[in-house]
């Protein structure tokens, strides 16, 4: 990332050097997970932080793209009542939904095993050194799960529009799973072993799915703005033209990724930091910043297309 503005040294946070020394690896190795997003998904995104159990529908649009999640019920077996689950949010929900793509396109079929690949994909993402040496203590794999009961029962809209023609797709993430809530006021999740994907949500995905270094995905797992600006990069790079770079206003910045945010000097300081760790991770990326905005060149996408196997 380029800045005209100078700034003074400073000392790496412990997230940057792990962000440094995932750069190294994506640089020199061979990939060997890939990961997808949706390209709608690259381009909006799901709340940052819990919004609260009360607020049950999420928007956002971004050009030519509109998004709309809301929050859904699922059926308690042992008081047969309906309960509310809140919207799905956070770096969990997003680095789940990848997955879950990933399984999906990998294998052809949107038939998916939670509990084995699931397991597998936490503990790539807390330290992919470790890799079967330790896994995910429970209270790692509980908040996960949270968020895939989440996103197993929200419904999902999708609008894109292209020379005047607008497709809207109306569906939900998953179409069944089995699961149902413990006694405690927690409201613990249980789980089949078995979800399907929305076969609408499938077919969509199989025409728009971005593909991501898994390893990327691992080092910024820790904030939701950060795999946003890695999937909105990955997405939009690599489709520039060449020779034509495009500039992106810093009201334009704040309306896709800090709308929650009030001050613009406040979503500034949050967006650099966030855009450094990307960088880090996506070392192809050419970014210039400056105090206008951004300005994006053509660039590599993180995953070359001799690594896509689906």
Same mark, same amino acid.
């Not at 969509?204 to 080092?219: C, G, I, T």
């Not at 690599?238 to 009030?262: C, E, L, N, T």
């Given at each position: 990332?380029?800045?005209t503005k100078d700034t003074k040294p400073r000392h790496l946070t412990l997230v940057e050097k792990r962000s440094l020394e995932n750069s190294v690896s994506?640089?020199?190795e061979t990939l060997e997970q890939i990961a997808y997003q949706h390209t709608v998904l690259c381009q909006t995104g799901m709340p940052y932080r819990n919004p609260g159990d009360e607020v049950r529908v999420w928007e956002r649009e971004q050009g030519d793209i509109a998004l709309c999640? !809301?929050?859904?019920?699922? $059926?308690? @077996? !042992?008081?047969? =009542?309906?309960?509310?689950?809140?919207?799905?949010?956070?770096?969990?929900?997003r680095l789940i939904l990848a997955h879950l793509n990933a399984e999906a396109l990998r294998t052809g079929s949107p038939e998916i095993e939670v509990e084995r690949s699931l397991t597998a994909f936490v503990r $790539?993402? @807390?330290d992919p050194t470790k890799r079967g040496k330790s896994g995910p203590n429970g209270y790692q794999i509980r908040a996960?799960? !949270?968020?895939? %009961? =989440?996103l197993s029962v929200a419904a999902i809209r999708m609008a894109m529009t292209a020379n005047d023609h607008t497709v809207q797709i109306n569906n939900q993430f998953v179409d069944v799973i089995e699961l149902w809530l413990t006694k405690n006021d927690s409201n613990r999740v249980r789980w089949s072993p078995i979800l399907h994907l929305n076969q609408r949500y499938f077919d969509s995905l199989q025409k728009h799915a971005v593909p991501l270094d898994e390893r990327a995905l691992a080092a910024l797992a820790h904030s939701a703005m950060a795999l946003d600006i890695y999937a909105w990069l990955a997405q939009r790079?690599? =489709?520039?033209?060449?020779r034509k770079p495009q500039f992106v206003s810093w009201a334009a910045v704040k309306g896709q990724f800090g709308v929650d &945010?009030? $001050?613009?000097?406040? &979503?500034? @300081?949050? &967006? $650099?930091?966030a855009?450094? @760790?990307?960088?880090?991770?996506?070392?192809? %990326?050419?970014?210039?910043?400056?105090h206008e905005g951004l300005t994006l060149r053509h660039s590599p996408p993180p995953v070359s297309a001799r690594m896509i196997v689906v």
């Amino acid at each position: 990332m380029k800045d005209t503005k100078d700034t003074k040294p400073r000392h790496l946070t412990l997230v940057e050097k792990r962000s440094l020394e995932n750069s190294v690896s994506i640089a020199t190795e061979t990939l060997e997970q890939i990961a997808y997003q949706h390209t709608v998904l690259c381009q909006t995104g799901m709340p940052y932080r819990n919004p609260g159990d009360e607020v049950r529908v999420w928007e956002r649009e971004q050009g030519d793209i509109a998004l709309c999640v !809301e929050a859904g019920i699922t $059926r308690n @077996q !042992e008081t047969n =009542r309906w309960v509310k689950l809140g919207l799905p949010f956070g770096p969990k929900a997003r680095l789940i939904l990848a997955h879950l793509n990933a399984e999906a396109l990998r294998t052809g079929s949107p038939e998916i095993e939670v509990e084995r690949s699931l397991t597998a994909f936490v503990r $790539r993402l @807390q330290d992919p050194t470790k890799r079967g040496k330790s896994g995910p203590n429970g209270y790692q794999i509980r908040a996960f799960k !949270e968020q895939l %009961a =989440r996103l197993s029962v929200a419904a999902i809209r999708m609008a894109m529009t292209a020379n005047d023609h607008t497709v809207q797709i109306n569906n939900q993430f998953v179409d069944v799973i089995e699961l149902w809530l413990t006694k405690n006021d927690s409201n613990r999740v249980r789980w089949s072993p078995i979800l399907h994907l929305n076969q609408r949500y499938f077919d969509s995905l199989q025409k728009h799915a971005v593909p991501l270094d898994e390893r990327a995905l691992a080092a910024l797992a820790h904030s939701a703005m950060a795999l946003d600006i890695y999937a909105w990069l990955a997405q939009r790079l690599h =489709r520039i033209p060449h020779r034509k770079p495009q500039f992106v206003s810093w009201a334009a910045v704040k309306g896709q990724f800090g709308v929650d &945010f009030g $001050r613009m000097d406040h &979503f500034k @300081q949050k &967006f $650099r930091t966030a855009l450094s @760790q990307v960088l880090l991770c996506y070392p192809k %990326a050419k970014v210039e910043v400056n105090h206008e905005g951004l300005t994006l060149r053509h660039s590599p996408p993180p995953v070359s297309a001799r690594m896509i196997v689906v």
